[in-house]
């Protein structure tokens, strides 16, 4: 039973009603979800929506982009371009134009592609709470959430050079639909080899996870299919894959290599 | 808390209702406005059938906390007809035999609107992406893809 739904016109009135004990909502894609099922476990909201914590800006390759941005403005975006491919590969239109940036980083997998991204990228988070505000790598907060009270404000990210970036997402169906694997990179080449390698891997883990054994088979060699098979079946390592209705954690590890290379070779 | 008086435009109507805390768009649409197009399916966001227009775009109006929206602008089925005449994707839906049932018909067409609306020469593929957040469990998805198309046809001058 919700007994009181906040919509702040502040940050600072945002994070004294999640100090107080609200359930924070940003796009209410999951939350209202709850809500309708009689399952959300707080009687108070807090919506994110007004809270003046949206937009995109950039300087320079430098992104910044507001938690309450919906990935529907990120896959409109002309600078964010090169995440069109995955935010569209994420739900539908009318989830897309609710469903938020902040918010897809709190999503359980096999959802929450963004934050898969926002790990390749090495994305760092704003996080504002009651004793002032931090910043954080993205990965710290994949594994450990943020504290009561504490509101994400933003993630900023360095847009990759032209031809670094990486995206493949298996799933039952084209369009809308979980992920099995989910892989999104930058790895930078040079001479023909890979010189740096950041990969990270949805779908097979209870949270958006690094690649690091892949990463290790690729530097100093060509992004070549035989090279590929080996990284992507050291990636087995780096996984917990899970089984759900999408698929079984063996069918997951069995099928990641193949994916890992797709994610490079098409 | 009780419950909180809402302010929305609502197919060009201003409408003042109130909510108890927690209600969703859809709900408000249903329960305090009568407007009955919009349909509540799974709840979930899962099957598109209230799909509504909020603010220009494309939305699950069960996902919608309506409190935090007090002040916007919704466009439903029942505010596409003009004059009392079908608009060209209503007419094309039903020209084009694309209802079976007609549980997900409100949701598809107000997705095909917020298509059309950007994109007014869609490809096949643009509307099949479109609605795939709307299920038809009568799987008469060749008809509806279709009748997207030809609306988006009548609709070019």
């Given amino acids: 039973m919700i007994t009181a739904v906040r919509t702040p016109e502040s940050l600072a009135a945002a994070v004294g009603h999640a100090a107080a004990g609200g359930r924070l909502m940003a796009g209410g894609t999951v939350v209202m979800a709850q809500v309708n099922s009689g399952s959300v476990g707080s009687p108070e909201l807090v919506s994110l929506r007004r809270a003046g ?61 963004l934050a898969v991204c926002l790990l390749a990228l090495d994305a760092t988070v704003e996080i504002a709470g009651p004793d002032g505000s931090r910043e954080v790598p993205v990965d710290v907060v994949l594994a450990n959430g943020v504290a009561p009270g504490e509101v994400v404000t933003a993630v900023r990210l360095a847009v990759p050079a032209p031809g670094t970036w990486f995206y493949h997402k298996a799933m039952r169906r084209k369009l ?50 035989d090279v590929l098979d080996e990284a992507g079946r050291a990636a087995r390592g780096d996984i917990e894959p899970f089984d759900d209705a999408y698929a079984s954690a063996w069918y997951r590890a069995r099928v990641l290599p193949v994916h890992l290379r797709r994610a490079f070779l098409g | 808390m009780a419950s909180q008086v809402v302010n929305l435009r609502v197919n060009e109507r201003s409408r003042e209702f109130l909510a108890a805390p927690g209600t969703s768009l859809l709900s408000s649409l249903r329960d305090a406005l009568g407007l009955m197009a919009a349909k509540r399916g799974c709840a979930q966001g899962s099957c598109g059938t209230c799909t509504v ?37 209503q007419a094309a839906f039903l020209e084009g035999f694309a209802t079976q049932c007609g549980f997900c018909t409100a949701g598809m067409i107000m997705s095909a609107e917020a298509l059309l609306d950007r994109n007014p020469d869609p490809t096949r593929e643009d509307v099949v992406e479109a609605i795939s957040g709307n299920v038809c469990r009568c799987t008469g998805y060749g008809p509806i893809v279709d009748a997207i198309l030809d609306a988006a046809a009548r609709r070019r001058p």
């Avoid at chain 1, 023909?192 to 996870?209: F, H, K």
């Fill in chain 1, 53 to 113: 914590i949206g937009g995109i800006s950039l300087d320079g390759s430098a992104a910044r982009i507001g938690a309450t941005t919906t990935l529907a403005e990120v896959e409109e975006s002309p600078e964010l371009a090169f995440l069109r491919d995955a935010v569209r590969s994420i739900a539908s239109p009318a989830i897309r134009s609710l469903a938020t940036v902040g918010g897809n980083l709190f999503v359980p997998q096999p959802y929450g592609d």
């Fill in chain 1, 176 to 225: 809308n639909s979980a992920a099995i694997v989910a892989v999104a990179a930058v790895v930078g080449t040079a001479g023909g080899v890979v010189t740096s390698a950041r990969i990270a891997l949805g779908g097979v883990a209870p949270r958006p996870v690094r690649a690091v054994s892949a990463e290790g088979v690729l530097i100093g060699r060509p992004l070549e299919t």
């Fill in chain 2, 53 to 89: 227009l909020l603010d220009g775009r494309p939305v699950m109006s069960c996902l919608v906390a309506v409190e935090t929206v007090d002040g916007a602008s919704v466009r439903t089925l029942e505010g596409v007809a003009r004059d009392g005449e079908l608009d060209e994707v």
